[in-house]
């Protein structure tokens, strides 16, 4: 189980590193998410009130959104030198490759996530300090089921001619669940109701991560093929 | 030739589900003849469900055995499946117009039966864009068990959603008991689109086989 978990680790840490030094992935992201604020702006026009309306959506459409330029790189770095053949040929269970490449797209989405908070809070004047930490909650529970789905289907469309295409005509219905959930408890969230008020939508969350969890790890290895 | 058989079968079988729909059945008391569309919209999302359920046993089976032959039925079930899942969107709609009042409204079902509709159009997608066999086969069969165990997710989400929104249902009050030759004629109708899917099913695995490089 430890080396299980030592490979995980290892491909997280191989894209945090290549990452962090070729800034390839999450400079774009940000300055899309900066991007995508003044399109929902230029959208819904100056009144505050509707922008305040469709807030939970509006956020969740930003997550999805980067979350389709993002979760869609996820295996194309693989294809550059062979190191395809390099995850193929890797001794063990091949789940473990999945778990470390779902790690790196949660992480990378905390950080967009973040980041589209921050520039929702400082452009439209709102302010979410007091509902924080339910937020957090109802992002992860979120993001870890549009990643669990991305990272699969990102497996599969790196191997694909029309990959931009097939990427979220694959992931845009699958995750109507998770967007269903995740928008309807931000809002009870940020209408500042107890966390409790959307236990449903939360055990919904949580129900729908571990179906797609258990079905990307059972499978995955028939996707890494190639 | 079987499948021949089942196609003749079928016309039958239709032929006396639209007898039983149109004549047999009586006029429906508060809907009117409106009420008789049901005799293809029932009968259609069962059949889907039937075709989704192939998808899945053939998508597993092609993990597990990698014999091209489950392959070609989760293939031969999830294109009448989408065809099925469609009819059902369509006869709903022009169900819902005079219903209704309009041709679409995001009732808990009807988009729960979209998103289906959308997952397997997406599936069907994925089989186009692939030309090597196996890989194709491998990830529509990953895509295929997804969006399966997705559908119960799918479902109680979309409901939720409808409740929470809207709290009195469109449908209004429960449906009250079904007279027999109403249920007679779903009956014969519903058996009739199960050999119509059959058909398609047998008639698509053989064209499946005519059309791999190596035709064993």
């Known amino acids: ?226 | 030739m079987a499948a021949r058989a089942l196609g003749w079968l079928a016309i039958v079988a239709l032929v006396g589900g639209l007898g039983a729909a149109l004549g047999y059945a009586p006029r429906e008391a508060v809907q009117g003849n409106v009420q008789r569309i049901m005799y293809l919209h029932v009968p259609a999302v069962l059949t889907a469900y039937l075709a989704f359920g192939l998808v899945v046993v053939g998508s597993v089976g092609y993990l597990l055995t990698r014999r091209p032959g489950w392959d070609r039925m989760a293939l031969a079930a999830a294109e009448p499946g989408v065809l099925f899942t469609g009819v059902t969107i369509v006869s709903g709609s022009i169900w819902g117009k005079p219903t209704w009042g309009t041709w679409w409204t995001w009732d808990a079902r009807l988009t729960s039966t979209a998103v289906l509709f959308l997952v397997y159009v997406g599936y069907l997608l994925l089989r186009g864009m692939v030309e090597e066999p196996d890989r194709r086969a491998r990830y529509a069969a990953v895509v295929g068990i997804l969006g399966a165990a997705n559908i119960p997710i799918v479902h109680f989400s979309v409901k939720w959603w409808r409740a929470l929104h809207q709290p009195s249902s469109i449908l209004g009050p429960e449906p009250s008991p079904v007279a027999a030759p109403i249920m007679v004629a779903l009956l014969v109708n519903w058996v009739a689109f199960t050999l119509l899917f059959a058909y398609f099913f047998a008639k698509r695995i053989e064209i499946a086989r005519l059309e791999e490089p190596h035709a064993g």
Not at chain 1, 12 to 40: G, H, M, P, Y
Not at chain 1, 60 to 77: D, K, M, S, V
Not at chain 1, 184 to 202: D, F, Y
């Open chain 1, 1 to 226: 189980m430890s080396t299980y978990a030592r490979r995980a680790w290892m491909i997280l840490w191989k894209d945090v590193l290549t990452e962090r030094r070729s800034k390839e992935s999450l400079n774009a992201l940000v300055f899309f998410s900066l991007l995508l604020l003044f399109i929902f702006q230029f959208a819904l026009g100056p009144d505050r009130a509707r922008v305040e309306a469709a807030l939970p959506g509006l956020l969740w459409l930003g997550f999805i959104l980067a979350g389709l330029l993002g979760l869609g790189r996820t295996f194309l770095i693989e294809r550059e030198n062979e190191c395809w053949e390099g995850l193929v040929l890797t001794p063990g269970d091949k789940s473990a490759i999945y778990l470390g490449k779902l790690a790196g797209n949660v992480l990378v989405m905390a950080v967009v996530e973040a980041a589209l908070l921050v520039l929702f809070a400082v452009f439209f004047g709102l302010d979410f300090t007091a509902a924080l930490p339910q937020l957090a909650i109802v992002l992860t529970l979120g993001t870890l089921g549009l990643s669990a789905l991305g990272t699969l289907f990102g497996a599969i469309a790196a191997q694909v001619r029309a990959r931009e295409l097939l990427f979220p005509v694959l992931l845009l219905p699958a995750v109507v669940p998770v967007l269903l959930g995740s928008v309807s408890a931000t809002q009870t969230v940020l209408l500042g109701q107890p966390l409790g008020e959307a236990a449903p939508w939360l055990k919904l969350l949580a129900a729908a991560d571990l179906i797609y969890l258990v079905v990307g790890i059972l499978t995955f290895e028939f996707v890494l093929e190639g």
